[in-house]
């Protein structure tokens, strides 16, 4: 099991950026392919990101992509994602979640942090 802790949420304006992070402590950092998901008042949790385990590997969701971008440092057992060109319909609460392997699905995330939230303004 590895402990997962979002932050750098927040408000910002339309246009701004932003950049999450999800330290993790507990097992091996470096043995989890890390995603990001996100949901947004009144709908289902969605992918946004993931991280594969070497780091070699990243996938988005086809509304971020080329927006966002996703990123680990296992010297710090952290992954980030970095959110440029913020829309208002990017806000919601934001989680990180560790797997064993590279998925966009939530049932291969075992362990998933608190989440933090952002917020878009127009």
């Known amino acids: 099991q590895v402990q997962l802790v979002e932050s750098g949420g927040g408000l910002v304006q339309a246009g701004g950026s932003l950049r999450l992070s999800c330290a993790a402590s507990g097992r091996t950092f470096s043995s989890y392919a890390m995603g990001w998901f996100r949901r947004a008042p009144g709908k289902e949790r969605e992918f946004v990101s993931v991280i594969s385990r070497s780091g070699g590997s990243t996938y988005y969701a086809s509304s971020v992509k080329g927006r966002f971008t996703i990123s680990r440092d296992d010297a710090k057992n952290t992954v980030y994602l970095q959110m440029n060109s913020l829309k208002p319909e990017d806000t919601a609460v934001y989680y990180c979640?560790?797997?064993?392997?590279?998925?966009?699905?939530?049932?291969?995330?075992?362990?998933w942090g608190q989440g933090t939230q952002v917020t878009v303004s127009s």
């Open positions: 979640a560790a797997s064993l392997s590279i998925a966009t699905t939530e049932y291969n995330y075992a362990d």
